[in-house]
C-alpha cells in the first residue's frame, strides 16, 4: 500500500474563511511534506515534518498553519488567504527523514480562494 | 547548485512512437537520488523510478525505460510504443543527500501529449 490520502479534493473558500487540508498515510513514513502547485509550474516545498516535528518551513505566510497530530496524519490550517492562494496543495510522505528515499503524493486539494 | 533542467517543455507525438523525455542536474553532493514522476490530469505526482548516484545501470520497466550517464548530468526518460494514456507531465527530480534536509528539488516538468 503506497496510498496518501488527501481531503477534501476540491475545496473553495473565501478569504474570511478558515478551512483545514487532511492528509493520512498508513505506510509507516516519519517524513511528511505539504507542497504548493500552481498551474503549469512543478510542485514548491512548504513544510517538512520529521518525526512528527516541524523541521523546515519555507518562509510559508502565517495564514498557512501545519499540524502533525501524530505519525499518520497531518493538516493544514487555512486562514485569511488571498486569491493567489489557489492552487493544488499536495500532500507527501517518505520512509525516514534524512534518508533519500522517494516520496509519495496524494492527489491533492484544488483549492479555490474567491 | 543544486537544480533539474528539463529543457522540453512540450512535446506532442502520435500513438506508438518512441519519445525520449530529457533530464540534466546539478549538484555538488557525491551522493544524490533521481526520481521520475508522472502527474496525470487527475493531479496524483506518481512515482515511477529511483535512482542513486552510484548506480549507473539503464533501467527497463515495460515500455518505460531509464539511462543514468553521470559524465553527462543526465537521467533521460524513454517510452517506447507510446500509448494515449501515457499523456501527462512528467517530472524529473533530484534529492541531494549532503544537508539530510529532506528536500526534492523539481524540474520544469514536460508536458507530454500522445496523439491517437
Redesign the interface.
Known amino acids: 500500500d503506497?496510498e496518501v490520502t488527501q481531503t477534501p479534493k476540491h475545496l473553495v473558500m473565501g478569504m474570511t474563511n478558515k478551512k483545514s487540508l487532511k492528509c493520512e498515510q498508513h505506510m509507516g513514513h516519519r517524513?511528511m511534506?505539504w507542497y504548493k502547485q500552481k498551474a503549469?509550474?512543478?510542485?514548491e516545498?512548504m513544510f517538512?515534518y520529521?518525526y512528527e516535528k516541524l523541521?523546515?518551513n519555507e518562509s510559508v505566510p502565517s495564514r498557512f498553519s501545519p499540524e502533525c497530530p501524530n505519525s499518520s496524519l497531518l493538516n493544514l490550517h487555512l486562514h485569511a488567504l488571498q486569491p493567489e492562494d489557489s492552487a493544488?496543495y499536495?500532500c507527501?510522505s517518505?520512509q525516514l527523514?534524512?534518508q533519500?528515499?522517494?516520496?509519495?503524493?496524494?492527489?491533492?486539494t484544488?483549492l479555490t480562494v474567491v | 547548485a543544486q537544480k533539474v533542467t528539463q529543457a522540453q517543455t512540450e512535446i506532442s507525438v502520435v500513438e506508438k512512437e518512441d519519445v525520449t523525455l530529457d533530464c540534466v542536474y546539478e549538484t555538488r553532493d557525491t551522493?544524490?537520488?533521481l526520481?521520475w514522476?508522472k502527474q496525470p490530469p487527475?493531479?496524483?505526482?506518481?512515482?515511477l523510478i529511483?535512482r542513486?548516484s552510484f548506480d549507473e545501470q539503464n533501467e527497463i520497466s515495460g515500455r518505460y525505460s531509464w539511462n543514468f550517464q553521470k559524465s553527462t548530468s543526465s537521467f533521460n526518460f524513454t517510452i517506447t510504443a507510446s500509448q494515449v494514456v501515457d499523456s501527462a507531465v512528467y517530472?524529473c527530480a533530484l534529492?541531494?543527500?549532503m544537508n539530510?534536509?529532506?528536500?526534492?528539488i523539481?524540474?520544469?516538468?514536460t508536458?507530454l501529449h500522445i496523439l491517437p
Do not use: H, M, W
Not at chain 1, 503549469?40 to 510542485?43: H, I, Q, T
Open positions: 503506497t517524513a511534506y503549469k509550474k512543478p510542485p516545498l517538512v520529521s523541521s523546515i493544488l499536495l507527501a517518505s527523514p534524512g533519500a528515499t522517494e516520496a509519495f503524493f496524494g492527489q491533492g484544488r | 551522493t544524490y537520488y526520481f514522476y487527475s493531479g496524483e505526482l506518481v512515482f529511483r542513486n517530472f534529492r541531494p543527500t539530510r534536509d529532506d528536500k526534492i523539481f524540474g520544469k516538468g508536458r
